[in-house]
């Protein structure tokens, strides 16, 4: 179990107020950080900030007088996709840190700047790359590390999601100028490959893809919805649609610094339109000596299978978890945790490395993981287009 930590001499501030930006403040006020400011719309700030209790309140979408407050350390940044880069950048320009959502930016080209700005900084950056600290996603990664299962040979798995499995579903990121030119890929399966990436301990050198779009055309109401919430079809216009619903796509992972996995192969499937799955970022990790599966939809346990010894089923918060991944968990066994605890340990970890001056392990997400899985995304792109395999 996790020793308590005092967080309260930090401070954040949030810009966004939609889906996530509200998981960010829970968290960070569970974790005990001193959320001081809001920014977003004007309405919808004010409203946010009374009902969280937030002092300091930026409409307007006013991010550089937030910016500009003395009493912010730390933005996070959880506004849509093409605002991630202009903002970070000028939040790293006003000295503070910042915890940025996925994905990093629109393209590669803004992204490197984005990682060169962070790296003159001497600030943290992270990106929000949070399923890296579910108990489970410690687990296996420790496992692998540990040589629990021997090389690794393959891994497969999915990203399944059914919010927009209607024509009539209406987001942002549905428009490739407003979230960028992947969606399904780009919003959820850089989760997927990020997670994998880091239990395996290696970077994806080369992808094969196949991208498709179901719903060629789709209704949009006509002013803005916020995510997973429905609109009114009455006042809904039609639009051709330039993103894709789905995604088949192979990946070669290179070297780890561990001796277990050095060329690994994976598949993965990606949907946004797969009738029953809420939020399921599934993985098998198959090695010669055994393998480890976990499903984000079932957080508190992983199943180990054995070719020649019976099958387990380990739960977090019990003996079966190492030592290490306890570190990453507040409750007992028996007591599930899930989607907003992982975001609470990953801010957890981001402000220690912060208050220690950088000298916890750097286990969450940076700028140049958030860049990288760009170029993946771009990667997957021209693999589309062109069926055939492309190194990164
Ligand atoms: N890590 C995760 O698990 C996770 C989950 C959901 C969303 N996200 C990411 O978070 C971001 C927001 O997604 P969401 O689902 O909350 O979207 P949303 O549409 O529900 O909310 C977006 C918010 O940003 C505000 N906004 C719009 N333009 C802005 C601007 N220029 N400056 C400041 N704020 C602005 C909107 O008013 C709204 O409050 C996206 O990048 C998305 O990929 C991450």
Redesign the pocket.
Known sequence: MSKPKTLSHLRAGV???????P?HIEALKRLGVQVTAI???TK?AQATAEKWGIPEVYGD?D?ESMFRSPNVDVVHI????K??VV?SLAALKAGKHVVC???LGMNSKETGRLVKAAAKSNRVFAV???CRFFPGVLQMREMVKRGDLGQIIHVQGHFFQDWLLQQTDY???LLASEGGKLRAVG?IGT?WIDAVSFVLGAKVESVFATLETFHKTRLRPKG?V??FAKADPKTMVRYKVDTEDFASILLKFGKAKHRYVDGVHANASISQVAAGWKCSLAAGIYGTEGSVQWDLQHPNEIIVGRRDEPNQILQRGTAGFMEDVANFTDYPGGHPEGFPDSHKMHYRAVYEHIASGKRTPLLFATAEDGHHEVRLCEAILKSNEHQRWINV
């Not at 810009?15 to 930006?21: Q, Y």
């Open positions: 810009i966004g107020t939609g889906f996530i930006g998981v920014c977003g719309s919808n979408y991010y959880t506004s849509p996709n605002v991630h903002q959502e996925k994905p929000n790359y949070m987001n942002w990121r919003d989760h803005e916020q995510t």
